[in-house]
């Protein structure tokens, strides 16, 4: 369904405008989309996307920068999700043997395990995205890098 037909307006000033609002309104789509299955199993999209990092790590130790520099959500207290994931037992945090002032962070089973549920009751990539082929899926990907790219060179500028 078009932009217009969403959020029912029928015209807007700009193409510019109009092409903001579709990105907001489209990652906002695919957030709720998610959401909707995490709240099931108790869970936020940050500590999801905190797990999914730890998960990455293949065992190796993470620190709170390391999770915030990678997070998509940079907004996101990366502390206080962590305090949430180690009382729920899906991470858990440790004093580094080589650095006692450094806290590593890994992923528990039961947080691997939580991980797995999840995957089998949210909607797959595929089916999120199944109206575009490659090639689309190719150019979105290259818009979006591009439009960030473009406001990062303009901020700098300014």
């Known amino acids: 369904m078009r932009i217009e037909e969403e959020i029912k307006q029928s015209s807007f000033k700009s193409e510019y405008e109009k092409a903001v609002i579709n990105i907001l309104f489209t990652g906002n789509w695919l957030n709720l989309r998610q959401s909707q299955v995490f709240k ?39 502390s206080r999700l962590v305090d949430k994931l180690v009382q729920k037992k899906w ?29 089998a009751e949210t909607p797959t990539l595929e089916q999120l995205l199944k109206g575009l082929d490659s090639d689309q899926l190719t150019q979105l990907s290259a818009t979006l890098d591009s439009l960030r790219e473009t406001f990062a060179e303009n901020s700098e500028k300014a």
Do not use: H, P
């Open 40 to 78: 099931s199993f108790g869970i936020t999209t940050q500590q999801y996307n905190v797990l999914r990092i730890l998960r990455g790590r293949k065992g190796e130790a993470a620190t709170v920068k390391l999770l915030n520099e990678r997070m998509l959500d940079k907004s996101s207290n990366v």
């Open 91 to 119: 991470a858990v945090r440790k004093f580094n043997t080589s650095d006692r002032r450094q806290v590593d962070i890994f992923i528990t089973t039961e947080g691997m395990e939580l991980l797995e549920q999840i995957k």
